[in-house]
C-alpha cells in the first residue's frame, strides 16, 4: 500500500493535533533555575541545596591539617582552620572561592584522650562559612570514624563547590 505524501501530512498533522498533548511532557525541555538555590538554613549549615543544569562544578579530594612549626598538629579547631585556609587557597587559585562550597564532608577521629570536641570543630568552621565575608554555607556530614590515614590528623574533610557559569 502505497501512501500519497499528502495523505502522510495530513496523517502527521492529525497525530500531532491530537496526540502532542498527551506525549508532550515526555518531550518537553525541562525548565532548569537560573541560580543555586539553598534550603532550610540552620545555624551552620543547609539541609538542601538545589544545583541547576549547566552549572560548574569542582570537587576537591579529602585532605587534612599540615603539622604545625613545632611538629605537633594541633586540636581539632586548629586543624578544621589549617585545612580550610588550604581549601581556600586552592579554590582561589582555580578562581572560585569559598562562597562557592555546596558541600562539606568531614571525616573525625577522637584525639588521644578519647575525645571528640565538635563544638571547637564548628568554632573553626565558623570563621570560613555564614560570615560577612562569605555569608553563604553548604551542605554537610560529619562522620567519626575509627582512624585516618595520616598519623595526627583528627579529621579529613573533602569538598563540593558549584556555580553559575560567568
Known sequence: MQVSKTAFVALALAFTYFFAPV????????????????HNEGNLFYTAITIPPGAETLYLSGSGARPQEDGTWGDIRQQAVDTFSRFKD?????????SDVVQVRVF??????G???????????SEFFGTEENPNKPVRSFLEIADLVVDGWLLEIEIRAARMPQ
Open 23 to 38: 506525549f508532550a511532557p515526555v518531550f518537553a525541555p525541562v525548565a532548569s533555575a537560573q541560580e543555586i538555590t539553598r
Open 90 to 98: 586552592t579554590l582561589e587559585g582555580l578562581g572560585w572561592s569559598m
Open 108 to 113: 573525625a577521629v577522637a584525639d588521644e584522650d
Open 115 to 125: 575525645n571528640l570536641d565538635f563544638a571547637a570543630f564548628n568554632d573553626g568552621y
